[in-house]
């Protein structure tokens, strides 16, 4: 589903919204990860830790847009999310071979999307939002924060990242196969188109001057997320000196439960009886 031939004229909040917007797009955009992406300056184990700590949100990516096609009260929008949530699915897909070319296993990238291996705060903050304005929030709401904010502000990455990306062809473990490139450059092609879409959108629903404050910050968090969750699922996987304290000890929480080992409480009983005392 293609940007309709012509675009209804903006009313101002929607400009106020832009402008509102912008300061948060360019964090992300002007990141460490995205910087370190775009010219190949983060190692191959930070971008392979970030494929595959980022994929339970990918993963999780077309479930959000169903939760809010339930909302939906017009064939336009209805259309566009149905459209969007295949082509969402597919896209789950190329994660996993971006993953592969830089030596991830595909167990390994499903083990994480089942929560079997322990997911960051940071990333499992953004996958939370996600669904709470998608299955809580109106429907502008949730295509701000989606469709517009999260898949909008990707476009603009993949465009800006993707001849860095494709230059780790000559690293070892990496195979730069299509496959391997194909989720940068696909939302390299399409996705300056979902923005302007779900733009419209939202002026159709949102109608309020309450509810119109309610989209810009709900676009707004998902910006904030998105860039915490891009920068802390890359430094997790630098050097461990570099990373923050309560980094290093996530990660070591992590490691246990991933091993399965007890987590030692102190020697005390607790009673049973309001008013007892603890033995």
């Given at each position: 589903m293609g940007v309709p031939a012509e675009l209804s004229p903006h009313p101002v909040w929607i400009h106020t919204l832009q402008h509102f917007m912008r300061p948060y797009w360019d964090t992300v955009l002007n990141g460490?990860?995205?910087?370190?992406?775009?010219?190949?300056?983060?190692s191959v184990p930070e971008l392979r830790g970030w494929m595959l700590q980022m994929y339970p949100f990918i993963h999780a990516f077309p479930k959000f847009l169903a939760e809010a096609l339930i909302k939906v009260e017009d064939d336009y929008?209805?259309?566009?999310?149905?459209?969007?949530?295949?082509?969402?699915?597919?896209?789950?897909?190329?994660?996993?071979?971006m993953g592969q070319g830089f030596g991830l296993k595909r167990e390994d990238m499903l083990e994480m999307a089942d929560y079997?291996?322990?997911?960051?705060?940071?990333?499992?903050?953004?996958?939370?939002?996600?669904?709470?304005?998608?299955?809580?929030?109106?429907?502008?709401?949730?295509?701000?924060?989606?469709?517009?904010?999260?898949?909008?502000?990707t476009g603009d990455l993949a465009r800006k990242t993707l001849e860095g990306f494709e230059s780790y062809r000559d690293q070892p473990g990496v195979d730069m196969s299509n496959r391997t490139s194909k989720w940068m450059r696909e939302h390299a092609r399409y996705d300056d188109e979902h923005p302007k879409i779900a733009l419209e959108?939202?002026?159709?629903?949102a109608?309020?001057?309450?509810?119109?404050?309610?989209?810009?910050?709900?676009?707004?968090?998902?910006?904030?997320?998105?860039?915490?969750?891009?920068?802390?699922?890359?430094?997790?996987?630098?050097?461990?000196?570099?990373?923050?304290?309560?980094?290093?000890?996530?990660?070591?929480?992590?490691?246990?439960?991933?091993?399965?080992?007890?987590i030692p409480f102190p020697d005390r009983r607790v009673g049973e009886r309001r008013g007892r005392g603890i033995a």
């Open positions: 460490s990860f995205v910087q370190g992406a775009a010219k190949a300056e983060l929008s209805r259309s566009f999310l149905i459209d969007n949530i295949r082509v969402e699915k597919a896209h789950a897909e190329h994660w996993i071979w079997n291996q322990p997911v960051l705060r940071d990333v499992q903050s953004l996958t939370d939002w996600l669904w709470y304005i998608n299955t809580k929030g109106s429907l502008p709401e949730a295509i701000a924060a989606t469709s517009f904010a999260i898949e909008g502000v959108i939202i002026k159709q629903y109608t309020t001057e309450r509810l119109q404050k309610r989209v810009i910050l709900a676009a707004r968090r998902s910006l904030q997320l998105l860039d915490l969750a891009f920068n802390t699922a890359y430094r997790a996987y630098s050097s461990p000196d570099s990373l923050p304290e309560e980094v290093r000890i996530e990660l070591r929480t992590g490691d246990r439960r991933k091993h399965n080992q007890v």
